[in-house]
């Protein structure tokens, strides 16, 4: 077992009170758990927390490969973008694609960071007009192209049939159902998160609310072998399940590109897909899908 760190002690590394470390468990979202009527915090999620609210990375720590063929992409993972990375290999001989499944802020630290060529990002804005723009203006030195991948409908899953009759959020609480989450950084925690805030429930008294993975398909199959009730996830990964799906929102799922490689020919390419028929016959076997903006150029104030 990961070291538990006592409210004490995460206030020293954080160099804080010990009364704002309970205000950033209930606001901010701190992992920490309650034995015998005291927090406990595991230290490495105590990490990970500190990273995920890190704004200001130093820039040119790493450069990119400049390999022919090679093109690398970090960010919020999606079921139809991995058929698409293994379509657009098999359209495109010779190319290699790597993908890294960090969240979307994790993919705009690693663009920053000049870790990747392209981010997948669905950050929305506190009015939830907007996507991926304002987070891009604040982690990156200059917006990127900012091009749609695809549209997606979000949501909580839960078992086949519905079992225990969950109807929202507040049932999560109210019926004491065991949750499974998303890591930090990933926009669907954060969806989640704000679900969970307007139902005034503390995340921290939530029983599995600290056991994340990696995947929405990770979701579902936590909740399919009976280890959780209830997850934030996308219905595509409830369908291939079998398992219920309660909607929220459908969002936009985009690709963020510095301008300076944009014209490159691997990520051209890649967006060249986005208009094939082969690449809308994938979405279409997918429920949970909508490519009405695919492969569009978008740009910062246009509606949803």
């Not at 290999?89 to 010779?94: F, I, Q, R, S, T």
């Not at 929405?216 to 399919?224: A, T, V, W």
């Not at 399940?241 to 890649?270: A, H, N, T, V, Y």
């Amino acid at each position: 077992m990961e070291k538990l760190l006592s409210t004490k002690e995460v206030a020293q590394r954080l160099s804080v009170n010990e009364k704002m470390v309970y205000t950033l468990i209930t606001e901010k979202g701190l992992p920490a758990t309650k034995i015998t009527g005291k927090w406990l915090f595991p230290s490495h999620l105590v990490e990970q927390w500190v990273e995920s609210m890190t704004i200001n990375y130093p820039t040119g720590a790493a450069e990119l490969p400049h390999k022919s063929g090679l093109l690398m992409i970090a960010g919020s993972d999606d079921m139809l973008l991995d058929r698409a990375l293994s379509l657009f290999m098999k359209l495109n001989a010779g190319y290699v694609v790597l993908f890294g499944a960090v969240g979307s802020l994790g993919g705009l630290k690693a663009l920053r960071r000049g870790m990747c060529h392209m981010a997948t990002s669905h950050l929305a804005d506190e009015n939830e007009k907007d996507y991926n723009f304002s987070f891009a203006a604040s982690e990156l030195e200059a917006l990127p192209a900012v091009v749609n991948f695809c549209r997606r409908e979000q949501g909580l899953i839960v078992a086949k049939g519905n079992p225990h009759g969950i109807r929202s959020c507040r049932d999560i609480a109210e019926k004491d159902l065991t949750v499974v989450n998303r890591p930090l950084g990933a926009s669907t925690r954060i969806i989640f998160d704000q679900q969970l805030q307007e139902a005034d429930i503390k995340p921290a008294r939530l029983k599995g609310y600290g056991n994340e993975v990696s995947r929405h398909l990770d979701i579902g199959l936590e909740i399919l072998s009976g280890r959780a009730d209830i997850g934030p996830g996308i219905r595509p990964a409830a369908a291939m399940l079998g398992l219920d799906f309660l909607p929220l929102r459908w969002e936009r799922f985009d690709l963020l590109i510095p301008k300076d490689c944009f014209f490159d020919k691997s990520i051209q390419q890649f967006l060249a897909m986005l208009h094939e028929p082969a690449f809308h016959d994938l979405a279409a076997s997918m429920p949970g899908y909508e490519l009405n903006l695919a492969g569009r150029m978008l740009f910062p104030g246009e509606s949803r």
